[in-house]
C-alpha cells in the first residue's frame, strides 16, 4: 500500500504551532479498517483521506478520522486540506475568492479559497444550518461537572444539544465567579457527558483565524 501524505500546521504561518494535521491525498481504495489505522499510526487529533466524490457536485470528497473513530465533520482538517489542495493546484488559482464544494459525512457543504498572486492565502468553510435537540440531564449533576453553582445556570434557558456537523451540549449561564470556576473539571465534564471536549465559549472570545497553513512535509 503506498500513498502520499503531508502533515500540516494549521491556523498558523508558523512551522510545529498550530493545529497538526496529516492529510493523505490519494484515499481511494483504502476501506474505513484502513484509513482507521492509519489514522492511529498517525497519532494526531485527526487524519484526512481525500478520495473521489460519490456524486458529480463536490470537487472532493473528505475522509476525516481520529485515532478512535471517523467524524462527519470537523473544522481544522477541513481548513487545512483545501488549503494544500490548493497549493497543490486541485482547485485552479485565480485572484480573488474561489468557491467550491465539498463532500463530507455531514453532506455537500462550500469552502471558499482567496488567492493572492496565485496563492492561497485565507480557506473559509461554511457549516451546516444549526440543529439543536433538547438535552435531558440534572441540572446539579451538571454544575457540578462544571464546578459551578447550579443558579449560575440561566433557569429561564434550556440545556440543548447543538450541531453544525457534530452534535455538542450547550448550556447558557448568567454569571461566572471566578476564571476557575468557568472552567471547571474538563475530565469529569468530558466523562459525565459521554463525550471527548470541553470548551467555554463566551461573547468576548474571537475566532483563530483560517485558511492559513506551514510546515508541509510530504512523504512517500
Known amino acids: 500500500m503506498r500513498r502520499h501524505f503531508y502533515q500540516l500546521d494549521v ?13 493523505i491525498t490519494d484515499g481511494d481504495g483504502l476501506s474505513p479498517r484502513q484509513m482507521q489505522a492509519i489514522a492511529r499510526e498517525m497519532n494526531l487529533s485527526e487524519t484526512v483521506f481525500v478520495q473521489k466524490p460519490t456524486g458529480n457536485r463536490a470537487l472532493a470528497r473528505l475522509r476525516i478520522f481520529t485515532t478512535k473513530r471517523e467524524l462527519p465533520l470537523a473544522g481544522h482538517p477541513v481548513i487545512g486540506t483545501w488549503f494544500l489542495l490548493a497549493q497543490l493546484g486541485v482547485v485552479p488559482a ?26 492561497p492565502v485565507r480557506v473559509a468553510m461554511t457549516q451546516k444550518h444549526a440543529e439543536f435537540r433538547a438535552a435531558r440531564v440534572d441540572r446539579g449533576a451538571l454544575a457540578r461537572a462544571l464546578a459551578i453553582s447550579p443558579r449560575d445556570l440561566e ?49 468576548a472570545s474571537r475566532a483563530p483565524k483560517t485558511g492559513h497553513s506551514a510546515g508541509d512535509s510530504p512523504r512517500h
Open 94 to 119: 485565480q485572484e480573488g475568492s474561489v468557491h467550491v464544494l465539498q463532500q463530507t459525512g455531514a453532506g455537500v457543504l462550500p469552502v471558499e479559497i482567496a488567492f493572492h498572486e496565485g496563492r
Open 11 to 23: 491556523f498558523t504561518d508558523k512551522p510545529l504551532a498550530g493545529n497538526p494535521l496529516a492529510v
Open 155 to 203: 433557569p429561564s434557558l434550556p440545556i440543548e444539544y447543538v450541531s453544525t456537523g457534530i452534535f455538542n451540549r450547550r448550556e447558557q449561564r448568567h454569571r461566572v465567579r471566578s476564571r476557575d470556576a468557568s472552567l471547571g473539571n474538563r475530565r469529569r465534564c468530558c466523562d459525565w457527558i459521554g463525550g471527548r471536549f470541553a470548551r467555554r465559549l463566551s461573547g
